[in-house]
């Protein structure tokens, strides 16, 4: 199974990295490819540059350790990064392995907005990764077409052709790239919150030191 995992990455963190760690050993992926987002769709703001999201990406998957991979496709096709679109250009490179596409609850609950989401849940199955500040009960508002798709057991998931979404829930991932950009213009302590290397990258190119 091929993990597609999509994010602003800014900058990549623990609350990132942890639940893929916990996801490989559960689903055994071959690869999770780490795409870091080119041109939001809901106009969201990066603090620092496509290329640099990507770096740090890339030391990430540098590792032994993990099955990621650094995936440039968002920056090398341009424009807007639509989910749907990344993920074809994924199937096809991957000559249309089982692909899975992994995203927290946050971005689930958004899920019905966007771009030919229909075709998203009929094409490749879901890893929603449930963050502890997330509101579950939003789910209920979700269509119904959507609900029924949902499943917290593997064996479904794996298995059940109508069971294409798992729910996947952890501690931790209650960290947020916000809080680590304020932690890092304020000077305060990363412990706990980010690799050693990502530090270091984002000391030595001087990120998030000035976001007044």
């Not at 032994?64 to 250009?89: C, H, L, P, W």
């Amino acid at each position: 199974m091929i993990g597609v995992y999509g994010g602003s990455f800014d900058p990549i963190h623990f609350g990132h990295i942890n639940p893929l760690f916990e996801l490989s050993e559960l689903f055994d992926f071959h690869k999770i490819r780490l795409i870091p987002t080119y041109n939001s769709p809901v106009n969201k703001v990066f603090y620092s540059d496509i290329e640099h999201r990507l770096n740090m990406v890339s030391i990430i998957s540098a590792s032994d350790t993990n099955v990621f991979v650094a995936d440039d496709t968002e920056m090398r096709k341009g424009g807007i990064s639509y989910t749907y679109e990344t993920i074809q250009i994924v199937k096809e490179q991957e000559q249309n392995q089982d692909i899975c596409l992994i995203m927290g609850l946050d971005a689930f609950l958004t899920l019905e907005s966007w771009y030919n989401y229909n075709e998203i849940l009929n094409n490749i199955r879901l890893i929603v990764v449930n963050r502890p500040d997330s509101n579950i009960k939003e789910i209920k508002k979700m269509n119904f077409e959507i609900l029924d798709r949902i499943t917290s057991n593997k064996i479904d998931f794996q298995k059940n052709e109508k069971k294409q979404i798992f729910f996947y829930e952890t501690p931790s991932i209650n960290i947020s790239s916000s809080d680590i950009r304020k932690r890092i213009n304020c000077k305060e302590s990363l412990e706990g919150l980010i690799p050693g290397s990502i530090l270091s990258y984002i000391e030595r190119n001087k990120l998030y030191t000035d976001l007044t």
